[in-house]
């Protein structure tokens, strides 16, 4: 399995700020995906961050609403950007890990921000 | 289009039943096949996949899922439930092909509840 921190766990955070997501993992991983899940809804991915390239997004999500960072094969950070209390949500990050099964993605606990 | 189906938005057991929650997939070639579960206020855990090989596949807390290559189905099932089993379930599926497609392809979810 992958052991995967995100900090902030929880945040309120006011209209029109912006906030960032750290994400760390437990050892070197080649891909790292962040997906968004609103309320009541499925996961969406954002973008997937590569370390040494800009991040590939996904329809609908641009870099200036999302911009991410991937410094070394173990850190990844999100920024949500000028944030409305559409941007409430669930944001995880995780992680494509290759084992003696093949590949498997794992998710950290999830950073659940609410925009007031 | 690349899609998956859980045809049921709950589902409902008696402790000790068995239960099966559905998921059906549109992926054209031989996809990965994922389940995860969250719990109430907690991130997504890794429960079983299918890559190749035994259709029947075997994971964490007792569950199993049958891959049906013909009926593109990849149903999660479980012997006798528990009331701990509560929780929401999400089927994904990765496309076959690698690089920037890594990404998962989520279901909408199932929530199992058990009643006791």
């Known amino acids: 399995s992958a052991v995967i921190s995100q900090k902030p766990s929880r945040d309120i955070c006011q209209r029109g700020t912006s906030l960032t997501i750290q994400c760390q993992v437990d050892s070197q991983v080649t891909m790292m995906f962040w997906y968004r899940q609103q309320p009541g809804q499925s996961l969406t991915l954002i973008a997937t961050?590569?370390?040494?390239?800009?991040?590939?997004?996904e329809s609908g999500f641009v870099i200036d609403k999302f911009p991410i960072s991937r410094p070394n094969l173990t850190f990844s950070t999100l920024t949500v950007s000028n944030m409305s209390p559409e941007d409430s949500s669930i944001y995880l990050c995780?992680?494509?890990?290759?084992?003696?099964?093949?590949?498997?993605?794992?998710f950290g606990e999830g950073s659940w921000l609410t925009v007031v | 289009a690349q899609s998956v189906a859980q045809p049921e938005d709950q589902v409902n057991v008696a402790e000790g039943n068995p239960l099966t929650v559905k998921c059906t997939y549109s992926v054209s070639g031989n996809p990965y096949l994922f389940w995860y579960v969250q719990y109430p206020n907690r991130g997504l855990q890794f429960l079983l996949k299918y890559i190749t090989g035994d259709n029947l596949v075997k994971g964490s807390y007792g569950f199993e899922a049958e891959f049906n290559k013909s009926q593109t189905s990849f149903h999660l099932k479980k012997p006798s439930a528990l009331v701990s089993d509560s929780a929401l379930y999400f089927c994904a599926v990765r496309p076959p092909y690698g690089g920037a497609t890594n990404k998962l392809i989520f279901g909408t979810g199932t929530l199992l509840a058990v009643q006791p």
């Open positions: 995780s992680v494509d890990r290759l084992g003696t099964e093949g590949n498997t993605i794992y």
């Open positions: 961050a590569n370390q040494g390239s800009e991040a590939t997004y």
